[in-house]
């Protein structure tokens, strides 16, 4: 692919970069990562697997990766409503991607921590 057939990510109209950011908020790849545990997920399971996310956060989250086809919910007519979340097709193929990251993170992960406190020993000084 050519260099000028590609969309400039620097420009905040850009599709790519758009995308990029939806699902890459600080929620969003820890919801798709955790949804690939089980077939469907219910909500407050998905609260449970990710203690440290309010209910309000979630919701949001699920919201904008159905919107973006991430993930399909299914809402069933019960007393109390029961509603399941599962990744979509589309969002199955972002897996093999986030399993990529998660291994270079764990790979990585004691250089940048190390980094860190040595980046915050240097404000201090």
Known sequence: MKRSSLVDAFD???????????FSEKWGL??????????????NELRKEIPDISAR??????????SDGLVER???????PTVEYSLS?????????L??????????????????IETSNERRQ
Not at 35 to 40: G, N, Q, V, Y
Not at 74 to 80: G, M
Not at 99 to 116: D, N, T
Request: net charge positive; with cysteine.
């Open 99 to 116: 399993e990529s990251l998660i291994g270079w993170a764990k790979e990585y992960s004691e250089q940048i921590m190390m980094h860190r």
């Open 89 to 97: 097709e589309i969002g199955k193929t972002l897996v093999p991607y």
């Open 57 to 66: 956060m979630l919701s949001a989250t699920l919201n904008t990766l159905v």
């Open 12 to 22: 905040p109209k850009c599709p790519i970069r758009n995308i990029l950011a939806r």
């Open 74 to 80: 299914y809402a069933y007519n019960t007393v109390p």
């Open 30 to 43: 820890l919801v798709i990562y955790t949804l690939t545990l089980k077939s469907r997920t219910r909500f």
